[in-house]
């Protein structure tokens, strides 16, 4: 589902960039969105636990809700849609449903899912910080799909990390279960990027250890 040419893979991957101000006349439909996140949620995740879920705030009075919470970046107000992509701590309540997936579909045996399920659990339960290492880690790898997504059908993004989490807890009434990890501006921009410097991968790979 697409409303634009989808570009080559690799010109999305160079093109993608933050996109500080949109087209506040453009809108998303409903259907652009989810697909955007459809293909958000396909992202790889720690035993396919799948542990994010997206928060859409595409009407402009929750818009304008957001903007105090977003420290008054005008990109929440003026994009097509918002979304908060939130990660959840308790994943691992989901384990059994899922993997009982697999064994219907014949692509696992109940033993490797009990043993599976087993695992999950103890690693929620017996370490404090495995439920916030991969709801963040899994959470952030949806987002980065969602943005490369929306690129490809010629929209724009703007990943933030700016913005107060305990305000759009209570703004939005997020269950505790969930975990703010970034807010990301789509839309159509109204001015390009602007342009930025990478460092090269002699600057950032270092092979074989240090």
């Given at each position: 589902m697409t409303s634009?040419?989808?570009?080559?893979?690799?010109?999305?991957?160079?093109?993608?960039?933050?996109?500080?101000?949109?087209?506040?006349?453009?809108?998303?439909?409903?259907?652009?969105?989810?697909?955007?996140?459809?293909?958000?949620?396909?992202?790889?995740?720690?035993?396919?636990?799948q542990p994010w879920r997206f928060l859409v705030i595409a009407d402009q009075r929750l818009q304008e809700k957001l903007l105090p919470v977003a420290y008054g970046q005008r990109q929440v107000v003026e994009a097509s849609a918002v979304i908060a992509v939130l990660g959840d701590l308790e994943a691992h309540?989901?384990?059994?449903?899922?993997?009982?997936?697999?064994?219907?579909?014949?692509?696992?045996?109940e033993e490797i899912k009990a043993n599976l399920c087993g695992q999950i659990e103890a690693a929620y339960l017996n370490n404090p910080q495995v439920p916030r290492d991969e709801a963040i880690r899994n959470a952030s790898l949806a987002a980065m799909q969602l943005m490369l997504t929306a690129k490809a059908i010629g929209y724009d993004t703007c990943p933030m990390g700016g913005y107060d989490p305990a305000a759009l807890i209570e703004a939005f009434d997020i269950p505790s279960?969930?975990?703010?990890?970034?807010?990301?501006?789509?839309?159509k921009a109204?001015?390009?990027?602007?342009?930025?410097?990478?460092?090269?991968?002699e600057?950032?790979?270092v092979w074989n250890g240090f």
């Open positions: 634009a040419v989808q570009a080559d893979f690799f010109t999305v991957m160079r093109e993608r960039h933050a996109v500080k101000h949109f087209d506040p006349a453009h809108k998303l439909s409903k259907s652009e969105i989810t697909f955007l996140l459809e293909m958000a949620g396909s992202a790889p995740s720690a035993w396919n636990l309540r989901d384990a059994d449903m899922i993997l009982s997936r697999d064994v219907a579909a014949g692509l696992m045996p279960r969930y975990i703010p990890v970034m807010l990301v501006a789509v839309g109204a001015q390009p990027a602007r342009p930025s410097t990478r460092l090269s991968a600057q950032t790979v």
